[in-house]
């Protein structure tokens, strides 16, 4: 099983930063897709953005391009949403997720059905 843990999140003002962070039991974390997806109130759970198992490619969902950055330190186990420009839309319930498939791509990792670990989310809260 693996355990999936997210911290970072909070409330902060519109235009603000927040770096969510992620870590993940797995031994072969360097092995997997990591992503992050988000559920507001009242809607359904949403890509945001994932990062290929090397690190060296990401995928974003338009609304974030250009504000939010995905990392990942492969030696830490851990991955990192660093999202900046932060917007009253932006609040939700942020989720970290492992895929399930070793040496996934991430162009095609990116629905729920893709991933098998989650964590149980961290609040961002953005006010105007």
């Known amino acids: 099983q693996v355990q999936v843990v997210e911290t970072g999140g909070g409330l902060v003002q519109a235009g603000g930063s927040l770096r969510l962070s992620c870590a993940a039991s797995r031994r072969t974390f360097n092995s997997y897709v990591m992503g992050w997806f988000r559920q507001a109130p009242g809607k359904e759970r949403e890509f945001v953005a994932a990062?290929?198992?090397?690190?060296?490619?990401?995928y974003y969902t338009d609304s974030v391009k250009g504000r939010f950055a995905i990392s990942r330190d492969n030696a830490k186990n851990t991955v990192y949403l660093q999202m900046n420009s932060l917007k009253p839309d932006d609040t939700a319930v942020y989720y970290c997720a492992v895929a399930s498939r070793i040496y996934g791509e991430v162009t095609t990792t990116r629905a729920m059905e893709d991933f098998g670990s989650w964590g149980q989310g961290t609040q961002v809260t953005v006010s105007s």
């Open positions: 990062i290929s198992w090397s690190g060296g490619s990401t």
